[in-house]
Structures are given as C-alpha cells and as structure tokens.
C-alpha cells in the first residue's frame, strides 16, 4: 500500500517569510513527485514536478527531493497571501495513477 | 474541448438513490482518471481509463460504484443506492500529455461535488 504522509497544518507565516511544506513517501520505486496547489472549493493545480534528488526551482517555489530518505518539499519565498492554500504532495511510481498526500493548509498573514 | 468540464457541478440527491457524474475530457485524451475528495481528505484515486477499458478500477470503494467510457471520449461514473459517506467531491483528470506517458502530470476538472442526505 503506497503511503503518503504530509502534516495537516495549518502552517501559518507570515507575508514576506519562506513556507516549507514537507513530505515523505513509502514507495522506493516512486520515480517522480508533484506538488499541487488547491484553494478552497476549486481543484488542485500542478505547481511543480521533480524526479531527480536535488533542487529545481521555478519562480518563487523550490521542491527539493532526497529519494534515499523518502522526503520531498517545497519551499515558498517571499510568500503572499494569495499562497494561503492547500498544498498536495502525490508520488508516481509508475504505476497507473497518482498517490495524494492529504494536504498541508498554508496560511499567510498580511 | 480545451479542458476537462465535469456535470453536474453539485447534485444533491437522498440516500438510495442513483446518481450519475460525467466527465468530459481533453479532446484527443484517451488517458482519464477519476479521483473522489471527501471533506478535509487527501485525493483517493477510483478508477483510470486507457481508451474505453478500465486497466485499473481497484479504487472503486464498493459494487455500488461503476464508470464506463464511450469512444474514448465522455465517461460516466454511476453510484447505485446512494449512502451518506458517498457524499465527496468527485474529480475527473487527464494527463497534460494526453496519453499516460512520462512525468503523469494530471490536469483537473473543476469536480461534481455530491450531496447525499
């Protein structure tokens, strides 16, 4: 049974602070890792994706993976309140379909 | 079309009853997912479509549940003798590439959130 686990929140910071949302995954053969943004009452939205450990920025948002500790995040600088949203980590192992994490809600206050 | 449309938007309906959501996919798609969202829960995935054949229904949380997919295009997921805990947003999603292939980058539909009383 593949897992994904995310902390529910809610994270608060504040406008302006880096949010750092995080994950951890069961599978060791998942092979790329997305990052979907959902406001309230909408449906998610890809953010980013990433398949190699390291880095890889897009903009204001950074995901970082370490597959030998199962653990993806992402980082949000500079954050606005427009951000304030839930954040969806899913694993895909190759399998036919996405595993969603349950989400971590971010707040950010003006 | 240009993007995935979901029917109806809501549907509240009482326990018993059966229900029908539709989704209509990217046109040219022929990889559809269908994914329910129950109240401060995470995406449960229900059942994938490769063209009209469901390689993978093993979401499906019970026999009540059922989809079906017609010339690889509209699909239609039926809930027999609807219960209080169907009640959930169901979303539908193709990958962006159309076919499911590489990075399975998925994009949503705006979802049929189900009322049942």
């Known amino acids: 049974q593949k897992e994904v686990e995310q902390n529910s929140g809610p994270l608060s910071v504040p406008e302006g602070a880096i949010a750092s949302l995080n994950c951890t995954y069961s599978?060791?053969?998942?092979?790329?890792f997305f990052w979907y943004r959902q406001y309230s009452g909408k449906s998610p939205e890809l953010i980013m994706f990433?398949?190699?450990?390291g880095d890889k920025e897009d903009g204001r948002f950074t995901a970082q993976l370490n597959k030998a500790s199962q653990y993806v995040s992402l980082l949000i600088r500079d954050s606005q309140p427009s951000d304030s949203a839930t954040y969806l980590c899913?694993?895909?192992?190759?399998?036919?379909?996405?595993?969603f994490g349950k989400g971590t809600m971010l707040l950010v206050s003006p | 079309g240009a993007g995935v449309s979901q029917s109806p938007s809501n549907k509240v309906t009482e326990k018993g009853k059966d229900v029908e959501l539709r989704c209509d996919p990217i046109?040219?798609?022929?990889?559809l997912y269908w994914y329910r969202q129950s109240l401060g829960q995470g995406l449960e995935f229900l059942i994938y479509?490769?063209?009209?054949?469901?390689?993978?229904k093993s979401g499906l949380p019970s026999d009540r549940f059922s989809a079906e997919r017609t010339g690889g295009s509209v699909s239609t997921l039926t809930i027999q003798r609807t219960q209080q805990e169907d009640s959930a947003v169901y979303l539908c999603?193709?990958?962006?590439?159309?076919?499911?292939?590489?990075?399975?980058?998925?994009?949503f539909g705006a979802g049929s959130r189900l009322t049942v009383l």
């Open positions: 899913a694993e895909d192992s190759g399998y036919s379909t996405l595993t």
């Open positions: 599978d060791r053969g998942s092979q790329s």
């Open positions: 990433i398949y190699s450990n």
């Open positions: 046109s040219g798609h022929t990889a």
């Open positions: 479509f490769q063209g009209n054949s469901a390689p993978d």
């Open positions: 999603a193709t990958p962006r590439s159309g076919s499911h292939s590489g990075a399975n980058v998925l994009t």
